[in-house]
């Protein structure tokens, strides 16, 4: 019976040991309460146990940074609403942790820091048209940020960073901007084609240009080329007509191999027949060589 009341008493006194003490953490700073004498500590207690009466306490501060987010519903600069995530990491400045649990508290954050962030949102994507809010999501998040530790600042609070996220806009208006899209590619698309037919016929006009010059150069070449052989022709021509005298042409009629000598009357103007049997039909001979014949007997005579 007195082993089992041992054990009872050793049982209750390392319970009672173990709420007389508190164990501050890694990344945790720790604050004397003495209820019943001075109060709270400006001491800050680092990382390990502390021993304390039942009667007092420690409360202890998580120093690290924490994430917080919140959707907030903003309205755009065109009156449209704009629902997205906004996250926010922070913490308190490890040295200030007296002055924070004075003024504020260990609730900082919905008391002071969830208010400040919900308005700064607000206050900011309000500037902005509502199809711009997802692209500039970045330089609305930086200015959330410079307002927030505006606001925050003689807080004993630390912002590290603001981020927005989950960007939702109203269906209506979405359907509204894939439209203008589809109608905008369509356009450029459009205009593309009308550059390429632009391209395509000016190229086809040059070409056409191309092959007109080409037999224009060609046909003045060939018309060159009559003109200077029609001169040499006409040159030519005009040298054989000054050497085709009446006294040459009888000079080749007469030393001809061919020729034949026909003595007739003067002023006999009949047909010749030469050679009539050799021939297929009868030639008459022309009045020309007739006449020159009738001269050159004429002169035999």
Known sequence: ?????????????????????????????????????????????????????????????????????????????????????????????AEEVYFLAQEIGPDFYPRVVRPELLAAVRSVVSN????????MSAE????????????????????????????????????????????????????????IAEKEAEIARRRARGEGDAIRIRSEGEAEGLKIRALGQAKAQETITKTLTPEYLRYKLYDSPNAKMVLLPDNLRVPILINPDQERGAKAIPESLMHADQDVAGRGR
């Open 140 to 195: 609305i998040a930086s200015k959330v940020q410079a307002v927030v530790v505006e606001k925050l600042k003689g807080r004993h609070l630390e912002v590290h960073s603001v981020a927005l996220a989950d960007i939702e806009l109203a269906k209506i208006v979405l359907e509204a901007v894939e439209r203008k899209q589809a109608k905008e590619q369509e356009k450029e698309q459009k205009e593309f084609e009308l550059v």
């Open 1 to 93: 019976m007195w082993r089992y009341a041992r054990i009872s008493l050793i049982i209750a006194v390392l319970c009672g040991l173990q709420g007389c003490g508190n164990t501050v953490s890694p990344g945790q700073r720790g604050l004397r309460w003495y209820p019943l004498t001075e109060g709270l500590t400006t001491e800050t207690l680092k990382s390990g146990f502390y021993w304390r009466a039942p009667w007092n306490d420690v409360y202890v501060y998580d120093v690290r940074l924490q994430s917080y987010t919140e959707m907030v519903d903003a309205l755009s600069s065109d009156d449209l609403l704009v629902k997205l995530k906004a996250a926010i990491i922070m913490r308190p400045v």
């Open 128 to 135: 902005y048209p509502m199809v711009a809010v997802p692209e």
